[in-house]
């Protein structure tokens, strides 16, 4: 049933929504009066909410995710202040705070880690209920957040919540994509609860999503020559087209059972089908000096997705406001996969049929708990545990097939891991006094992973982090407040780091498109972390913040390459410590509450100014690679009427060089996006919005250059981007 509703196209099944449900609106309005007068509204103060938390957290709700009809994710959080996203060749999106991602930056789901295989772009904004962007996080969740922690909290109100029913349509170079989610709430009639007090939330969504990511890549080799003057050996250029399309259901109910006054159960699972897959062709052209093996080259690659997530939830309230709260939860994770390479030579006979298949199939049980007690006036303890343990079973079968001779060459590897984290905390809220508050948590954490392959690798890895945290907050005065946060974290190394076994390149094998191979004694890097900050809450929707980092991190993780005969190969290793420090400058303001003289225009903007370097790699440029470095966005809203409202968002990322290694260097161009949307409130149930995102169709550009003695590689790469244009209809029931 599903294999058959992933290949349906999704985006039709939008459009017929979005027909359907405005034919139907069209109709109720016919018999409304004209003279009906718009209902607004009032917002939650989320900005009075952040200045009463005593850490370093800002929630954003429905109003920001909705806003330009995103249908990913990753489009809602590169408008957030301090996150920015980068995505490369349909690789997916890679989610960073302070500049920095790939496991310094923690995501969660509902509070708890995302299992392995989690996309960011897997889940729906219509089914998330609100984000939360912590630069410091407390001791109740994990510790693996160098840069800061993102959770995502899925959909759970219910009771007296109206039906939602969205659909969506986009355009993005001629390629249609559709979407269309619902989210249902009400209590259970009273003959099916058996007078039980049960409310439930059934939402869901389907899409289908395509595009193009088209680019030329340059490559050089050269040599020096006795005269000192660099000479070359090869020049050649790649044009590189790539097709995507993701086809996905997901489900997010929820149930919740007021048991009586003193006890709870909730239930809310996550249920995820994607059916991913990606065509690509390469074609090259030989400038100067001799081709590649394959310099004209097809593969394409497509898999089946199963994520399905659960939680049971018991919560029970003690006397003097005590509470016990205890979860239980389970993941699963399944992906079937295939690929297929066919490589031609210089003269177009195809030479070489890859074919591969892969699947990996994974089990998490969960079990933690919390207890809170305000044990005193001016104190609210709370202690807890997390434990968790996972199995994965993962394998890859490879045929090589020489199609001049017929001879295959296969290769195949399977393997097991496991995963066991256990962690215990404690934490203190305390009022000091009216000015003063503070905040005392202090988290152990152990983590024992072993992977194997028979034959192969048997090896166990273990770490133990002892993470103390102290949060502060000061009040001058109704206005303005000074934050101090001291805390320590760390960054884990991936399985996919640890994995003793080689993973090679398709084509062309240089040391800037090295093998890769993992390594099983790579250690957790560690950190100390120091915040400051400044606010001044104009008024309710209106603050200024000025914020400073410093993290002195150990261990720091590095690429090292090697080179075996002709061939390259990079692998992890631990390689001393790194600095990072920061200047986090963030404004919103709406107009009107500063003088109501003033248009109905929401303004924001912010600034992030990111600084690292790595002690092993001499300067200039010895950053934490891939770092972004200074990161400038702005946005305004008007609401032209009670009806209709515009907006839009313009966000700068300058120009970064970095030196990853003694012999490494790498340079990315200025990125420079603007998105603009109108919405259209057409009755107090419906409402239109019509957006347009990169407007200004910046392509992405991207370099590398490799310098040993008398030897040099470069490479070059120009990636097209395209405006995406979405309409969008809402209705409430």
Same mark, same amino acid.
């Given at each position: 049933m599903l294999l058959r509703l992933a290949r349906f196209p999704l985006s039709r099944m939008a459009l017929a929504a979005l027909s359907l449900f405005a034919g139907r609106q069209a109709l109720a309005q016919a018999v409304t009066p004209t003279g009906q007068q718009v209902e607004i509204t009032a917002k939650p103060q989320q900005v009075r909410e952040r200045q009463d938390d005593i850490g370093l957290r800002s929630t954003y709700g429905r109003e920001e995710i909705d806003k330009y009809g995103d249908t990913n994710l990753s489009e809602v959080l590169k408008r957030l202040p301090g996150i920015s996203v980068t995505e490369s060749k349909g690789k997916g999106a890679e989610i960073?705070?302070?500049?920095?991602?790939?496991?310094?930056?923690?995501?969660?789901?509902?509070?708890?880690?995302?299992?392995?295989?989690?996309?960011?772009?897997?889940?729906?904004?219509?089914?998330?209920?609100?984000?939360?962007?912590?630069?410091?996080?407390?001791?109740?969740?994990?510790?693996?957040?160098?840069?800061?922690?993102?959770?995502?909290?899925?959909?759970?109100?219910?009771?007296?919540?109206?039906?939602?029913?969205?659909? #969506?349509?986009?355009?993005? #170079?001629?390629?249609?994509?559709?979407?269309?989610?619902?989210?249902?709430?009400?209590?259970?009639?009273?003959?099916?609860?058996?007078?039980?007090?049960?409310?439930?939330?059934?939402?869901?969504?389907?899409? #289908?999503?395509?595009?193009?990511?088209?680019?030329?890549?340059?490559?050089?080799?050269?040599?020096?020559?006795?005269?000192?003057?660099?000479?070359?050996?090869?020049?050649?250029?790649?044009?590189?087209?790539?097709?995507?399309?993701?086809?996905?259901?997901?489900?997010?109910?929820?149930?919740?059972?007021?048991?009586d006054a003193q006890n709870s159960l909730n239930w809310q699972a996550y249920l995820n089908y994607a059916r991913p897959e990606n065509a690509k062709h390469e074609k090259e052209t030989t400038l100067e000096g001799s081709s590649t093996d394959f310099p004209d080259n097809r593969s394409i690659w497509a898999a089946h997705i199963l994520t399905s997530r659960n939680d049971l939830n018991w919560e029970h309230r003690l006397a003097d406001s005590a509470k016990l709260n205890i979860n239980w939860g389970w993941n699963h994770f399944d992906r079937d996969a295939k690929f297929q390479f066919w490589g031609n030579d210089s003269k177009g006979v195809q030479t070489t049929h890859r074919y591969v298949t892969g699947d990996a199939n994974e089990n998490e049980y969960r079990f933690s708990g919390k207890y809170l007690a305000p044990y005193s006036e001016n104190h609210v303890l709370s202690l807890g545990w997390d434990s968790s343990r996972s199995a994965r079973t993962e394998g890859r079968d490879e045929a090589d097939i020489n199609i001049a001779t017929g001879d295959i060459t296969p290769d195949s590897h399977h393997y097991q891991a496991s995963l066991v984290k256990l962690a215990a905390y404690i934490q203190d809220e305390w009022t000091i006094n009216t000015a003063w508050s503070a905040y005392l948590g202090l988290r152990w954490e152990r983590i024992t992973s072993n992977s194997r392959e028979a034959g192969e690798f048997d090896f166990s890895n273990r770490s133990t982090m002892l993470s103390p945290i102290l949060q502060s907050v000061w009040k001058l005065d109704a206005k303005r407040q000074w934050r101090f946060a001291l805390n320590r974290s760390f960054k884990l190394p991936t399985v996919f780091n640890l994995i003793p076994r080689r993973f090679r390149i398709d084509n062309n094998n240089t040391p800037l498109n090295a093998d890769f191979q993992g390594n099983p004694q790579l250690r957790p890097e560690r950190a100390w972390g120091l915040d400051v900050a400044y606010e001044h809450y104009l008024t309710e929707s209106s603050l200024i913040s000025v914020n400073t980092y410093w993290r002195r991190i150990q261990d720091v993780m590095?690429?090292?390459?090697?080179?075996?005969?002709?061939?390259?190969?990079?692998?992890?290793?631990?390689?001393?410590?790194?600095?990072?420090?920061?200047?986090?400058?963030?404004?919103?303001?709406?107009?009107?509450?500063? #003088?109501?003289?003033?248009?109905?225009?929401?303004?924001?903007?912010?600034?992030?100014?990111n600084w690292s370097s790595v002690d092993q790699v001499p300067g200039p440029n010895n950053r934490l690679a891939h770092q972004t470095g200074l990161l400038i966005s702005t946005g305004a809203d008007y609401q032209i009427n009670p009806a209709w409202r515009t907006g839009a968002d313009f966000s700068f990322q300058a120009a970064d060089q970095i030196r990853e290694s003694d012999n490494i260097s790498t340079h990315t161009g200025p990125k420079r996006n603007l998105d603009i949307y109108l919405s259209w409130k057409q009755s107090k149930q419906s409402q239109w919005r019509f957006s347009v995102t990169n407007v200004l169709q910046q392509d992405r550009l991207a370099s590398g250059d490799y310098t040993e003695n008398t030897e040099r590689w470069t490479d070059a790469g120009r990636e097209q981007s395209a405006r995406t244009w979405r309409v969008v209809w809402e209705l409430r029931l």
């Open positions: 960073r705070m302070r500049g920095l991602g790939n496991g310094y930056t923690q995501i969660l789901l509902n509070g708890q880690a995302t299992p392995n295989g989690f996309t960011i772009d897997s889940i729906a904004p219509d089914l998330i209920e609100k984000i939360e962007v912590m630069r410091v996080a407390g001791a109740d969740v994990s510790a693996q957040s160098i840069a800061g922690t993102i959770n995502i909290v899925l959909k759970k109100k219910s009771g007296n919540q109206s039906t939602e029913i969205k659909s #969506s349509a986009g355009l993005q #170079s001629g390629r249609l994509s559709g979407n269309a989610s619902w989210s249902i709430a009400d209590h259970l009639p009273v003959d099916i609860a058996n007078q039980a007090d049960i409310n439930y939330v059934f939402a869901g969504s389907i899409e #289908s999503n395509t595009n193009d990511v088209n680019g030329i890549l340059r490559e050089g080799q050269y040599t020096l020559s006795k005269a000192g003057q660099w000479q070359t050996l090869a020049d050649r250029q790649l044009q590189q087209t790539q097709q995507n399309r993701r086809d996905a259901i997901s489900l997010t109910p929820r149930l919740n059972w007021k048991i590095l690429e090292r390459l090697t080179k075996n005969g002709t061939t390259w190969l990079t692998s992890m290793s631990n390689s001393g410590g790194a600095k990072v420090i920061g200047l986090e400058v963030e404004i919103k303001t709406k107009l009107q509450e500063l #003088s109501p003289t003033l248009p109905p225009v929401e303004l924001r903007a912010n600034l992030n100014r």
